[in-house]
């Protein structure tokens, strides 16, 4: 069965930072993008980074690019999104995601409104405050 689990949020001050972690279980994360998304109180949900399959290209938002660097494990189970420099606006709930690719998904990933993420874990809450 298929399973994402996030873990490492919590309460940090405005310019610290935090690393969130992605467990991956039941499949195999080369055939898949794995992406983080985050959605404030009253907000729509938003990408803001994604890693692609085999390559395991990374890619990130204009929003949190500098700030936040995505990453998989040498072993290819776990992604992480490290989130550096944070700010109040990134206060929300951050969930991981997957979307099958297939072999064709090895270099390029997105984290679009038009891309179908299947699979999701249960989100960590980020909290920037002083």
């Known amino acids: 069965q298929l399973q994402l689990v996030e873990s490492g949020g919590g309460l940090v001050q405005p310019g610290g930072s935090l690393r969130l972690s992605c467990a991956a279980s039941?499949?195999?994360?080369?055939?898949?993008?794995i992406g983080w998304f985050r959605q404030a109180p009253g907000k729509e949900r938003e990408g803001v980074a994604c890693?692609?399959?085999?390559?395991?290209?990374?890619y990130s938002v204009d929003s949190v690019k500098g700030r936040f660097t995505v990453s998989r494990d040498i072993y290819g189970n776990t992604v992480d999104l490290q989130m550096n420099s944070l700010k109040p606006e990134d206060t929300a709930v951050y969930y991981c995601?997957?979307?099958?690719?297939?072999?064709?998904?090895?270099?390029?990933?997105?984290?679009?409104?038009?891309?179908?993420?299947?699979?999701w874990g249960q989100g960590t809450q980020v909290t920037v405050s002083p």
């Open positions: 039941g499949f195999t994360l080369d055939y898949y993008s």
């Open positions: 890693i692609s399959g085999s390559e395991r290209r990374p």
């Open positions: 995601a997957a979307h099958y690719v297939g072999v064709y998904g090895a270099f390029k990933c997105d984290v679009g409104p038009k891309v179908n993420y299947e699979y």
